[in-house]
């Protein structure tokens, strides 16, 4: 720490300070979850695993782990994923992000949802209820409220902030009709299903029900993921090829923000900068 305080002293004002504070920043959402739990491997596994070009990583090569005499590959730079969120005991099936940016939701064959603070990648809530693999997520336009949908043949409110479930919805008692696609209308007295619209003030979905008009996926605008599942693409252009534990089962989009679900057990955070041409 004396050693990072006097560079930064000698560094002030300049762009090596400025490119010190950005590369700690990411060193440091890097490595959170070893940071938090495991401090004592900021000088082993944070140090190996941190780009060969980090200005962390030269600062503290003297610490690095001698132990250690079959080493990774690693990238010069950092790559182009800000977190990985771990959590889930098993597959993240469906993420989505809050209207308002601040929070990201995630479905798992663990029976659970999580809802995570984007910016930090810190879990907020763990929300538990459902008795079988949950399938689908969702948040309200006000972003005060969270759909789910399982395998356990209901669809389930909660409150965001509390983690509370307000309601409880039966009715797609076929199994063939699980719901892997929800979303909230406008009002947020609706949801849109595959197979129906789900009325929240009642208990049922009216498969009659006539759904708002409005896009069902707007955020899938602008970026996608392939149909091999191998790279993420802008404006169907390949951009960054995922290795196979970060492939997505599931995905949402936020302008340049990529949410994505992985068989792993982890939903991860990506960001796509490009200069338009």
Known sequence: MARLCSLVQEMHGGDKLTKLLQDACRFIMYHRGAIESYPLQLYGSALLFSPTDSVIRKLFQHENPEGITIRPAISGGWSACLQTLEGHSDGVSSVAFSHDSTRLAS??????????????????????????YVRSVAFSHDSTRLASASFDRTVKIWDA?????????????????????????????????????????????????????????????????????????????????????????????????????????????????????
Request: net charge negative; glycine share 8%.
């Open 107 to 132: 479905a798992s064959d663990d029976s659970t949802l999580k809802i995570w603070d984007a910016s930090s990648g810190a879990c907020l809530q763990t929300l538990e209820g459902h008795s079988s």
């Open 161 to 277: 902030s509390s983690g509370a479930c307000l309601q409880t919805l039966e009715g797609h008692s076929d199994m063939n009709k699980t719901l892997f696609n929800i979303s909230f209308d406008a009002t947020g007295s609706h949801l849109h299903t595959e197979i129906g619209t789900v009325v929240i003030s009642g208990s049922t979905i009216s498969n009659n029900a006539t759904a708002v008009a409005e896009p069902q996926h707007p955020q899938y605008q602008h970026l996608a993921i392939s149909s091999d599942n191998a790279w993420i693409t802008y404006n169907s252009k390949k951009v960054l090829w995922l290795p196979s534990e970060y492939r997505p089962l599931c995905l949402t989009v936020l302008e340049k923000l990529i949410g994505i679900g992985s068989g792993s057990g982890r939903a991860w955070l990506c960001k796509v900068e490009l200069n338009e041409t």
